[in-house]
């Protein structure tokens, strides 16, 4: 009999290609999103239509009061999503402050509930530099934490923890994933802006793994 997973799920190319490696290991995946006020809540749409497509348990949560008391990030707040690379400090203002944290909280409780072990989510290598809550030591203390506060132990699991976007995107080309259902812009528009740090590590996922980009972007 598989095993039940919660997967955290937000509609984004990580996710989607985490979501996939659940399913291909043989799970029963729990997908879970979260609409926590983000701007480019579009994504949310994106997760809702691959689980649909998949015949897959999704529950969307509405968590966007939390935002009485987390402020300062430009997914959330009236700030300007700022462009360019991860790696440039600009892009510290899209951290919401203590994110994971709650949405990983959250979802070892749903897992508790439905009786499943694991929760997975995407953290990346290419988080790390600008990200407390995606790097190693953080998923270990959660993992470490998610085994012992309840009487049944969940283990945190980040397949690709140590391995980049572009690691990522080969990974999941090798699955045959179509990752024009996936939404990875920060802004919500109609078209990707090609501009925000998110569209640019995108971008050069599929450019160094000599492949097109399957969505439209306004530039």
Known sequence: MPNKVVVIYSGGM?????LHKALQAGHEVYALSFNYGQRHVK???FASSVCQELN???KIVDISAINQLL???SLTDDIDIPEGH???DNMKSTIVPNRNMILLSLAAGYA???GADQVYYGAHSGDHFIYPDCRPEFVQKMHDVCQIANYEPIAIVSPYLTQTKIEILADGIKMGLDYNKTWT???GREKACGKCGSCQERLEAFSL???TDPIAYEV
């Open 209 to 211: 793994n000599n492949v």
């Open 112 to 114: 508790v509930s439905i």
């Open 71 to 73: 402020a300062g990030s």
């Open 43 to 45: 994504e949310l749409e």
């Open 14 to 18: 990580d996710s989607f290609t985490v």
């Open 56 to 58: 897959i348990n999704h």
């Open 185 to 187: 812009c920060y802004n």
């Open 86 to 88: 991860y790696a440039a």
